[in-house]
Every structure is written in structure tokens, then in C-alpha cells.
């Protein structure tokens, strides 16, 4: 039997139709693989973006530490560590142009996580504000009336001639009824590390300044509750081998420009111990003395001007 003469022509023709179409379905696929991997893609960006804004600003270092969460150890290194150093050059830069209230203000943050350097630098700030003229608790005006001379005044707010006259700006003891003299009414106390050879002064139990002194060597310094009886300006020094008195400036005198007497209300047998200066500066931040609490001759100028006689002295180990 011959072959219809339509038969070639109609098999072309399908073969042509599920061409076309399965070209189509090639073209769809590829277009769906195509926004699969462009969704897909989008996604992955967005998760790294996320998590650097949100990660920095939820995790400072310098936070309240009842509010703050809780960081591992790698996260308090590099991350967090040039912000705080960049907040203690701020306080410095401010301390050096003078600017004592914005340096207080600026390192109040830094206090809730301290070294070192920020208790030195809270130090000098506190000192510096206590002499200006800026307000600060326990800073109070009083009227000088008839019958007044300073070491009056002083007994009355319990502080020292010398700080009275700082913060007055006083060349000599003279005063005048009227006149209105700026004191300060804060109770200091001391406290001294020997384990630290670190010497602690406290204004109304808070750390105000800090420092590094000499103890007693192979422990000899006593860890009791002093209280200072004496105060002593260029001591002469008493040399125990033979009792014989060396005069402030002798080379062998060993106590400095200050000398503060300690007695002991619990223990009436410990004499002769003291908190002096010394020449001697390597000695200082170790166990060095005989038994007494040693200083650079500047901070013990400094700290003997600040704490009055009866001021209490805790020694611990």
C-alpha cells in the first residue's frame, strides 16, 4: 500500500511542536535555578549586616555591670579595649588644658572598671578639684569671727591649717573677722597594703587617692588600726643602734621632709613606728624599712597636708 502523501509533512511538523516546547521548558527551568540562586544570595548578605550594627551597640564594654551581658573573654580584647583608651586620653587631654570638672565627668564611667592608670588619674583629679575653687561635697564657706586663727578653724571642721590655707590661697596665717574662708569638712582615713605596698587614702570610706610605698621588710610592719599623734615637718631622725639624733639633712637621716607618728589604742607596746618620706626612691613598692611605712618625699608632703592628727591608719597584710 502506498504511503499517504501527508505523512511527511505532518511528522515535521510535530516533531517541530515538541521541539519548541521542551526548548521552553529548558528556558523556564533555567529562569527559576536563576531566581533561586539570586534569593538565595540576598539572603546570605543580609545576615552579616545585621549582626555588625546590632552586636557593637548592644556590648559596650564600658556599661553598669548590673545591666550588662555577659561577654567571653575574646570579646573584651581588641573590640573593646581602644574605646576605653581613647575615653582615658579624653580625661587626660581635659586634666592637661585644665579643665578639672570635665576630666571628673569624663572618668566617671571609666571608675565601674579600673586599672592602674585611671585610679592615678582619679587621684589627681580629686586632689586638683579639692584645691580649686569648684564645688565638691564636703566644700563649705565659713565667716571667720572674733577670737578665730586657723588652727581653731581647723579642729573645728577636723581638716589641716595647710589644706585651709590651700584652698584659700594663703601666703600666711593671718585672717580677718568677716572674711570668708573656704574649708572642707570630709573625714580622711588611710588604709596600707603590705602585701601591695600600697597606701590607700580614703575620704568618707571611698578611695581617693592611691600610693605605692614601702613596708616593713620580712613583714615587720604591724597589720593593726593606727591613729596619727604626731606631726612632724624636716623630722629629725633618732638612729636606734646607738639613740643618737640626726638632724633633718644629715645624709643618714632616713625619714624624709614628713614624718606622721602612728600610736596604737589596742596595743600601747608598738612605738616608734610612723609613715615618713624617704631619699631612698627605689625602695619605694617594696618591703624596705625597718617597720615603718615609707613614701616619696612629694606624696608624703602632699598626704601630710590633707589628714589631720587623730586620723585613723589600718594596716593590713
Not at 47 to 64: G, H
Not at 151 to 167: E, H
Not at 172 to 186: C, N, S
Amino acid at each position: 500500500m502506498n504511503r499517504p502523501i501527508y505523512a511527511g509533512p505532518r511528522t515535521k511538523k510535530r516533531r517541530s511542536r515538541w521541539r519548541t516546547i521542551f526548548i521552553g521548558i529548558v528556558i523556564i527551568q533555567f529562569i527559576l535555578l536563576g531566581l533561586y540562586l539570586y534569593q538565595r544570595k540576598e539572603t546570605t548578605d543580609v545576615q552579616p549586616d545585621e549582626s555588625i550594627s546590632t552586636t557593637p551597640s548592644t556590648r559596650p564594654i564600658i556599661q553598669d555591670p548590673a545591666t550588662q551581658p555577659p561577654l567571653e573573654p575574646n570579646q573584651l580584647q581588641s573590640p573593646t579595649k581602644p574605646l576605653s583608651n581613647d575615653q582615658v586620653q579624653a580625661v587626660q587631654r581635659a586634666l592637661n588644658n585644665g579643665n578639672i570638672q570635665q576630666a571628673h565627668t569624663l572618668i566617671q564611667p571609666l571608675l565601674k572598671q579600673p586599672n592602674a592608670t585611671i585610679i592615678d588619674l582619679m587621684g589627681e583629679i580629686n586632689i586638683r578639684r579639692l584645691l580649686s575653687s569648684q564645688p565638691m561635697a564636703g566644700k563649705t564657706f565659713y565667716t571667720v569671727k572674733r577670737g578665730d586663727y586657723l588652727q581653731k578653724i581647723a579642729r573645728q571642721f577636723n581638716t589641716t591649717i595647710s589644706l585651709i590655707k590651700k584652698m584659700n590661697r594663703m601666703q600666711t596665717d593671718t585672717i580677718r573677722v568677716g572674711a570668708r574662708l573656704l574649708v572642707f569638712e570630709g573625714s580622711f582615713s588611710i588604709r596600707v597594703s603590705k602585701n601591695n605596698n600600697l597606701l590607700d587614702l580614703l575620704l568618707n570610706e571611698q578611695l581617693f587617692k592611691r600610693y605605692p610605698v614601702g613596708t616593713g621588710k620580712f613583714g615587720k610592719t604591724p597589720a593593726v588600726d593606727f591613729y596619727i599623734y604626731d606631726k612632724i615637718i624636716e623630722p629629725p631622725w633618732t638612729r636606734p643602734a646607738d639613740n643618737r639624733l640626726i638632724e633633718y639633712g644629715d645624709p643618714e637621716n632616713v625619714l624624709g621632709t614628713r614624718w606622721m607618728a602612728l600610736k596604737s589604742a589596742e596595743n600601747s607596746s608598738l612605738k616608734g613606728f610612723g609613715i615618713h618620706g624617704t631619699w631612698e626612691r627605689d625602695s619605694i613598692g617594696a618591703q624596705s624599712s625597718a617597720g615603718c611605712v615609707r613614701m616619696f618625699n612629694e606624696d608624703v608632703e602632699e598626704l601630710f597636708d590633707l589628714v589631720p592628727r587623730k586620723s585613723r591608719v589600718t594596716i593590713e597584710e
